[in-house]
T-cell receptor
Framework: KAGVTQTPRYLIKTRGQQVTLSCSPI?????VSWYQQTPGQGLQFLFE???????NKGNFPGRFSGRQFSNSRSEMNVSTLELGDSALYLC??????????????FGPGTRLLVL | KQEVTQIPAALSVPEGENLVLNCSFT??????LQWFRQDPGKGLTSLLL?????REQTSGRLNASLDKSSGRSTLYIAASQPGDSATYLC??????????FGTGTSLTVIP
């Protein structure tokens, strides 16, 4: 089974631009979560989508948004980029079995640098 | 705000030693807890998942325990190997897959 894939792997943008990151979950997984990882703040939860609906949302400004498609692929968008948005963005997918969440599988991440 | 603390922040041990990594969290009403490892420049690999109704999980040389009442989890690594060198992260969720991560323990196993 193919793992979680994220594209692109590396990205350089300038302040004020917007960016879209993509995540393809493991086949059959309906839950996709997004995290931001920085040296100062560590790993922080952005949001989770399940069956095309946002199920949970972290404490990030509205510039951060996401969506999930019917095939469970997910995108996240960051508008009006700031220098502080430079980070590794990680996507994770998981399944739900008998009502219980199962192990999360993470992708390799997209490293975003904002200049 | 949920706080997840991991002690120690860094650990260096000789190969073959057994070791324990600690994780504490402020709210005992967790949904589940996961231990991950992260290798430099890479994503996370899940090691063990403990549901709130469970007390421990084992996989090979790894054993993780959960004590919700005291807000603690431990990851036990038996007979450590150089390949175990990585950062180990503890994460707790209170609903669905919204995980709160600790800052990690950086482990170095010396051959």
């Amino acid at each position: 089974k193919a793992g979680v894939t994220q594209t692109p792997r590396y990205l350089i943008k300038t302040r004020g631009q917007q960016v879209t990151l993509s995540c393809s979950p493991i086949s059959g997984h309906r839950s996709v979560s997004w995290y931001q990882q920085t040296p100062g703040q560590g790993l922080q939860f952005l949001f989770e989508y399940f069956s095309e609906t946002q199920r949970n949302k972290g404490n990030f400004p509205g510039r951060f948004s996401g969506r999930q498609f019917s095939n469970s692929r997910s995108e996240m968008n960051v508008s009006t980029l700031e220098l502080g948005d430079s980070a590794l963005y990680l996507c994770a997918s998981s399944n739900v079995h008998l009502g219980a969440e199962e192990t999360q599988y993470f992708g390799p991440g997209t490293r975003l640098l904002v200049l | 705000k949920q706080e997840v603390t991991q002690i120690p922040a860094a650990l260096s041990v000789p190969e073959g030693e057994n070791l324990v990594l600690n994780c504490s969290f402020t709210d005992s009403a967790i949904y589940n807890l996961q231990w991950f490892r992260q290798d430099p420049g890479k994503g996370l690999t899940s090691l063990l998942l403990i549901q709130s109704s469970q007390r421990e999980q084992t996989s090979g040389r790894l054993n993780a325990s959960l004590d919700k009442s005291s807000g603690r989890s431990t990851l036990y690594i038996a007979a450590s190997q150089p390949g175990d060198s990585a950062t180990y992260l503890c994460a707790v969720s209170f609903t669905g897959n919204q995980f709160y991560f600790g800052t990690g323990t950086s482990l170095t196993v010396i051959p």
